[in-house]
Structures are given as C-alpha cells and as structure tokens.
C-alpha cells in the first residue's frame, strides 16, 4: 500500500513539475539606440512595443555608448516590480499586472553623452495573461474593451 501512495506522489511531483516548468516566467531584451530624434530598438518586440505575462522580465539596454549614455522610462501605471520611474544604462521591469489583458504606456527617453535627449517615444507593454487560450475561451477584459 505504501509503494502505490509512493508512485502516487512521485508522479504528482513529476506533473506539478512539468507545469511550473511550462509556466515560467520569460526574460525579453530591447536594445535602445539614442541616434535619432526619437529612440530606436533593436530585439523583441517591435518600436518598442512587447508583450509580456505576468511575472516576466523586460530589460532596456543602451545599444552604443556612443549615442546612448542612459535612458529614463516613466509608466503611466504600475506595471513594475521596480517602480514607475527607472533609469540607468540597464533597466529592468518585472511584470506585476495581473490584468487578463493590459496596455502599459511607457515613455522612454535616451540621453546622449553630450548631454542632449531623444525626443520621448511613447510605447507600449502589452499584458496578455490568457497564456495559451483558444481565442473561443479568452475573456474580454480591460482597457481594450468595449463598454
């Protein structure tokens, strides 16, 4: 009887596991380019709009330190673990927004070693935490629904 209760929770472990495993939260990387009017990226995402779930990572690097000595990134709402207010060569964001569906406005601006600024560009970090939901069972919810 106890081997059988044995099996029984190893095989429980075992797919708790695997679930965790499938579930983990993701790192993404931009790279920020300050030799424009307004910032350029390079990574994931595009124009420096991503996708993100909860409990992911977004890090904003300086791509050239030529023509990026910093950067400054302000949320409109709390999206970060780390605040609405970053700076820094490297920024990191660990998503806290629990929200099934979210837009995060940010507006980042680079600083120049000559001190001048990028115009501020005003992306998005886009929360989508229906995971892998068949578009049938996905509920509409937040700011992108209509009343």
Request: charged share 15%; glycine share 8%.
């Amino acid at each position: 009887m106890i081997k059988n209760s044995t099996s029984k929770c190893m095989v429980l472990v075992a797919a708790c596991l695997a679930i965790a495993s499938a579930c983990a939260a993701k790192q993404y990387s931009i790279t920020v380019d300050g030799s424009g009017p307004k910032p350029g990226y390079n990574g994931d995402g595009q124009n420096g709009h991503i996708v993100v779930q909860y409990n992911d990572t977004v890090m904003w690097k300086c791509g050239n330190v030529n023509n990026c000595q910093s950067m400054t990134i302000t949320f409109t709402t709390s999206t970060c673990q780390e605040g609405m207010n970053l700076s820094g060569q490297r920024i990191t964001c660990t998503i806290i927004d629990m929200m099934t569906v979210d837009l995060n406005k940010y507006t980042l601006t680079v600083m120049r070693p000559n001190g001048s600024t990028t115009a501020p560009d005003d992306p998005y970090v886009i929360v989508d935490n229906q995971g892998g939901l068949p578009p049938a069972k996905r509920k509409p919810q937040s700011k992108l629904s209509k009343p």
